[in-house]
């Protein structure tokens, strides 16, 4: 049963550029949460989906940051034009429903160059 | 603004003493208290406290809410070298358990 995970575990980017961050859930969770840790801070919520909806997205930049789970695959989140202050962990929880805890992935930590 | 406080920041021990863990917080909508220790990288989860006063066991580790006062505590009894991590507390709010305020945490280290 394997828990969530998270790939890729390190991505470098230059300023300008695209990353991709992606998330699969365990089985047979279907709520996805998205976190991002600056360092020497706390784990900062940003984004909870379902299948194909955006539930609460109270966290996210207004620019550059998106976030979808489609029906098929996993969870993205997209950081278009990466800056340096993008740096950070960010970490993937999922649970099986509203009110079960949730579980988090290894992380992907971005280093922007 | 809802906040999450824990103290202390950081602990030493030696191997074999028994260490308390303080979490506080100010929240609306508060649902539950969790607590997560961290390692390496991911948050491992521990404990999911809704009611208060009814303690909550797992081996050496045992945590506790008081909804009146809004805080919490995480015990370790016996503490060994592999509970050196970070230990996060976090309040769930609104729509979801997953949806969490996260304090800085507390970096415990024991020495053997």
């Known amino acids: 049963n394997a828990g969530v995970m998270q790939n890729p575990r390190h991505l470098v980017r230059r300023r300008g550029q695209e990353a991709r961050l992606r998330c699969s859930p365990m089985?047979?969770?279907?709520?996805v949460y998205w976190y991002r840790q600056l360092p020497e801070e706390g784990l900062k919520f940003m984004v909870y989906?379902?299948?194909?909806?955006?539930?609460?997205e109270s966290g996210m930049p207004k620019e550059r940051f998106s976030a979808e789970f489609p029906k098929e695959g996993p969870s993205i989140l997209r950081i278009q034009q990466v800056v340096r202050g993008d740096s950070a962990a960010y970490f993937c929880?999922?649970?099986?429903?509203?009110?079960?805890?949730?579980?988090f992935g290894q992380g992907t930590r971005l280093t922007v160059v | 603004e809802d906040k999450v406080v824990q103290s202390p920041l950081s602990l030493v021990v030696h191997e074999g003493d028994t260490v308390t863990l303080n979490c506080s917080y100010e929240?609306?909508?508060?649902?539950?208290l969790l607590w997560y220790k961290q390692e390496k990288k991911a948050p491992t989860f521990l404990f999911m406290l809704?009611?208060?006063?009814i303690e909550k066991k797992s081996g050496r580790l045992s945590s506790i809410l008081d909804k009146k006062e809004l805080f919490s505590i995480l015990n370790i009894t016996a503490t060994q070298t592999g509970d050196s991590a970070v230990y996060l507390c976090?309040?769930?709010?609104?729509?979801?358990?997953?949806?969490?305020?996260f304090g800085k945490g507390t970096k415990l280290s024991v020495k053997p």
């Open positions: 976090a309040a769930s709010q609104g729509g979801s358990q997953g949806n969490l305020i």
């Open positions: 929240v609306t909508n508060f649902r539950s």
């Open positions: 929880a999922s649970s099986r429903d509203r009110d079960t805890e949730a579980f």
């Open positions: 989906l379902q299948k194909e909806n955006i539930i609460d």
């Open positions: 809704t009611s208060s006063g």
């Open positions: 089985k047979g969770h279907s709520h």
